[in-house]
């Protein structure tokens, strides 16, 4: 089974201030990579995701991800962070080659942006 | 264009009750999950089904069974209800094909359990 490993399950930031939210996996093979975003009392809505190509990837509301094979990592960065990012955030795998289109989650990291 | 609907939103059972969580897409997507989030648990999911007449366990699929109507939709059925089913129950949906595998959630079903 694909685990994904999110480091810290609660952030605080300033506003302002650089958001760094990591995630690691294991899989001997890159699978698909993806960010989700939860807001309070909402579904996930995806900010990016990885597939294949440039491995900086940008995603919605200023976020971007590297990937990075070595590392097996795809940490999530936004330099700045506002209030409005106060929020859950997700992690998530899925196995290339994968018709079953199953994703794998991290536990989540809650974000808190302070004023 | 919906994308993923949910029906209900809130719901409160009693201990041995049953229900039927429903779930339709409009996005003529193949295949659609069914997950369960708690505190500090992130999303586990409880079953799939990769294509419409298919359907498959997932991480935590005791105490639950579903119904794949259709192409569209994607029931989930809680045949006694206990207080471990407390949850907020997402439905997801996505292509199938091999190429990525982004998946579209509903907005949540919220059950409490008592």
């Known amino acids: 089974a694909q685990s994904v490993t999110q480091l810290g399950s609660h952030v605080s930031v300033s506003e302002g201030a650089l958001v760094l939210l990591r995630c690691n996996y294991s899989?001997?093979?890159?699978?698909?990579l993806f960010w989700y975003v939860q807001y309070p009392n909402q579904g996930l809505q995806l900010l990016l995701k990885y597939t294949t190509g440039a491995t900086l990837v940008k995603g919605i509301n200023g976020f971007e991800a590297e990937f990075k094979k070595s590392e097996t990592s795809f940490h999530l960065t936004k330099p700045s962070a506002h209030m409005s990012d106060a929020a859950e955030y997700f992690c998530?795998?899925?196995?290339?080659?994968?018709?079953?289109?199953?994703?794998?989650f991290g536990r989540g990291t809650q974000l808190t942006v302070w004023p | 264009n919906a994308g993923v609907t949910q029906t209900p939103k809130f719901q409160v059972l009693k201990t041995g009750q049953s229900m039927t969580l429903q779930c339709a897409q409009d996005?003529?997507?193949?295949?659609m999950y069914w997950y369960r989030q708690d505190p500090g648990m992130g999303l586990r999911l409880i079953y799939y089904?990769?294509?419409?007449?298919?359907?498959d366990k997932g991480e935590v699929p005791n105490g639950y069974n579903v119904s794949r109507l259709n192409k569209r939709e994607f029931s989930l059925r809680l045949e006694s209800a206990a207080p471990s089913q407390t949850s907020v129950y997402f439905c997801a949906s996505n292509r199938g094909v091999i190429t990525y595998n982004e998946q579209f959630f509903g907005p949540g079903t919220r059950l409490t359990v008592l």
């Open positions: 899989s001997s093979v890159p699978p698909y």
């Open positions: 998530a795998v899925s196995l290339r080659g994968s018709t079953l289109g199953r994703l794998y």
């Open positions: 089904s990769a294509s419409e007449g298919t359907t």
């Open positions: 996005m003529n997507h193949n295949s």
